[in-house]
């Protein structure tokens, strides 16, 4: 599997920015996509993930009610469409991709396949 992110740029505080995924292999219902963020000097960390079948969408407190994460199974990509941006939002955006049990959709470790990553700049 390989993955492709882009969408990453620079926004003002309080605007918006969507990233994109798109993975080369299959969708199995089972298996999800995540996308998580690594700030300078900081442990990368979770910030959403979807299934394939859609079920469930998982986001972390500090993003929960600002990102949407969403998928297109006949393009075989994910979005996470980013509002109310904040300056703490800053880093670089990682999809990846997996087969996590529901406990563990979160857990870095818990996928296997890795995009590139793409800065996302939020100035204030």
């Known amino acids: 599997v390989q993955l492709q992110a882009s969408g990453g740029g620079l926004a003002q505080a309080g605007g918006s920015l969507r990233l994109s995924c798109v993975a080369s292999?299959?969708?199995?219902?089972?298996?999800?996509m995540g996308w998580f963020r690594q700030g300078p000097g900081q442990d990368r960390e979770f910030v959403a993930a979807?299934?394939?079948?859609?079920?469930?969408?998982i986001y972390a407190d500090s993003v929960k009610g600002r990102f949407t994460m969403s998928r297109d199974s006949a393009k075989k990509t994910v979005y996470l469409q980013m509002d109310s941006l904040k300056p703490e939002d800053t880093a670089v955006y990682y999809c990846?991709?997996?087969?996590?049990?529901?406990?563990?959709?979160?857990?870095?470790?818990?996928?296997?396949?890795w995009g590139q990553g793409t800065q996302v700049t939020v100035s204030s």
């Open positions: 292999g299959g969708t199995d219902p089972n298996s999800a």
């Open positions: 990846a991709a997996g087969r996590p049990i529901l406990s563990a959709m979160r857990a870095v470790d818990a996928y296997v396949y």
């Open positions: 979807i299934r394939w079948s859609g079920r469930p969408t």
